[in-house]
């Protein structure tokens, strides 16, 4: 009988503040934040998703939206709560278009900075 072999989870956590980080995506992967998705704002580069820090931190997941569109990864909260890739990329784009419909640039006010910012509760 083969043996299962484990895939540790791939940590992304906060880069100190004014610094960067970068993630490759990568399929059938479990990547475990250490911050929770609205207490940070998204932009889209591309295929890449950029994750935005108040204090300037950054990080870039790269192939983000090539990954996303088979919804072939695993997210895990802080508190151990796991969201589906698919769940988690079609969350991403609604909040991205929402974003862009809402625009103030859509009513004649200057360009929004292009960033999606996950709603506060």
């Not at 299962?4 to 503040?17: E, Y």
């Not at 399929?27 to 591309?46: N, W």
């Not at 890449?48 to 950054?58: C, N, P, Q, S, T």
């Amino acid at each position: 009988m083969a043996e299962k072999v484990s895939v540790q989870p791939i940590s992304v956590l906060k880069p100190d503040a004014g610094e960067s980080s970068e993630i490759r995506m990568q399929t059938h992967r479990v990547y475990s934040l250490a911050f929770y998705p609205d207490s940070v704002s998204f932009e889209q580069q591309g295929d890449d998703m950029g994750i935005l820090f108040d204090d300037a931190a950054r990080i870039v997941l790269h192939d983000f939206f090539v990954v996303a569109r088979n919804g072939d990864f695993t997210l895990e909260l802080p508190d151990g709560v796991q969201l589906q890739g698919k769940d988690v990329a079609e969350a991403m784009m609604m909040s991205l278009q929402d974003f862009h419909t809402d625009s103030p640039a859509l009513a004649g006010a200057p360009a929004d900075d292009g960033r999606a910012h996950a709603p506060r509760e």
